[in-house]
């Protein structure tokens, strides 16, 4: 069943007829009727699309899609189930999901809960039937619109009620989301290293070097790509002060990825950042946490058509002149004609050619502004935190060689 159809232009016969259980509502009166599933009730957020064809509860549970409604592309969602150990994060933060097709009974051997139960348990709204295809098409025209999801059981949707719902709230821009999806106090990570299919999540027991993690909404993957290179890592709430920070003797900082508006964000983090760049300490940002170190350093954000999200997305390496298949989930980005004269550009999107990284030409500090912890995507940007773990090691080296 696939209904799409203008607020000023529905029956009540036609309604009749649909009996649809989901509804979702767009701010400009359009919306889509479906089937409802997972959490039944009411959800408003931004609503994006997402490409990716694998990694479903890996994108679910990304911090950084808080607020936001995911549009899945790929039409077999559910395939895999659900288990207990792929989760980015210990609570989901999106605010629902749409989908092409009905769940089907999954078939993996990992696999320890239906994503219909699964959804459900975690309070997020769903809806399938509609065509996804066309609401894509929608948001590549017209850019991410708001947007209000609801399952009700008993078929009945005030669409008015729900268009209303949705024009009265705020949007991502101006929205500060990573001090809410922060961490409460500061914690180490549990050291588990990357997932492989012989021995699962194994944990690091080689701590070579020490890490403090601002938590924006960080993944676990990327807390595993860290204990991968032998690291021992301590995650921070995002309003951490930078004395504190220091006062933890780190290697190197990490600004994590996260959800919402860098320049809002951007108001707390700006002040802390900057004391850290005084620090000498290598810094090293992923997506969020990219846009307010560039903030930092003078650059300016903004707030794109309609966002990168997927697993599919190219981009050309400055230096190496190679190109990196990479994974993205961004609404945001740092405007090209703002970068200070002390930065240089190091990535560029093929897809629009918006900047994907930066570097600090007389510091080892620099930024990407998509996932080389991927989870879901390629690994082609991992080396990333090796070049993080390699300037950590040399500036220990260079410490060492001062105090002899």
Not at 119 to 130: E, H, P, Q, S, Y
Not at 164 to 192: H, Q, R
Not at 201 to 207: A, D, G, S
Not at 253 to 262: E, H, R, T, V
């Amino acid at each position: 069943m696939v209904v799409k159809t203008n607020l000023d232009h529905v029956s009540q016969d036609s309604l009749k007829e649909i009996n649809p259980t989901g509804v979702l509502v767009l701010e400009d009166g359009t919306f889509f009727y479906g089937y409802g599933f997972g959490y039944e009730g009411i959800a408003t957020g931004e609503v994006c699309f997402n490409t990716s064809i694998t990694g479903y509860q890996e994108i679910i549970t990304d911090p950084s899609y808080a607020g936001q409604i995911i549009n899945f592309t790929f039409p077999h969602i559910g395939n895999v189930g659900t288990n207990n150990e792929d989760n980015e994060s210990d609570k989901i933060w999106t605010k629902g999901v749409i989908f092409n097709t009905d769940i089907t009974s999954p078939s993996n051997y990992r696999s320890i809960k239906n994503l219909d139960v699964w959804l459900k348990k975690n309070k997020i709204v769903g809806i399938t039937g509609i065509d996804t295809r066309k609401l894509t098409n929608y948001i590549r025209d017209y850019g991410a619109p708001k947007g209000t999801l609801e399952f009700a059981s008993n078929k009945k949707h005030d669409v008015k009620k729900l268009k209303k719902i949705t024009e009265n709230w705020s949007g991502l821009l101006g929205l500060d989301l990573a001090s809410e999806v922060s961490c409460s106090k500061p914690y180490k990570w549990n050291s588990l290293k990357t997932w492989n299919k012989k021995n699962g999540y194994i944990k690091n027991k080689k701590k070579k070097y020490k890490i403090v993690a601002i938590d924006y909404g960080i993944k676990k993957n990327i807390l595993r790509c860290f204990s991968d290179l032998h690291c021992e890592v301590k995650i921070v709430p995002a309003e951490t002060s930078s004395q504190k920070i220091l006062n933890e003797k780190p290697d190197g900082i990490f600004l994590s990825n996260g959800p919402g508006d860098p320049a809002a964000t951007g108001k707390y983090a700006i002040p802390i950042i900057k004391q850290l760049i005084k620090s000498k300490l290598p810094i090293f940002g992923i997506c969020l946490g990219h846009q307010v170190l560039c903030l930092a350093l003078g650059a300016k954000t903004s707030k794109m058509h309609l966002g990168h999200r997927g697993a599919n997305h190219p981009v050309k390496n400055l230096k190496t002149k190679k190109v990196e298949i990479t994974s993205q989930n961004h609404g945001f980005k740092v405007e090209e004609n703002s970068i200070p004269s002390n930065v240089n550009i190091t990535h560029l999107s093929l897809f629009d050619k918006s900047i994907e990284g930066i570097e600090l030409k007389n510091k080892p500090i620099f930024s990407v502004q998509y996932h080389p912890e991927a989870s879901p995507g390629p690994q082609d940007s991992k080396y990333l935190f090796n070049k993080f773990i390699n300037y950590i090691s040399k500036e220990k080296k260079h410490a060492k060689k001062k105090r002899s």
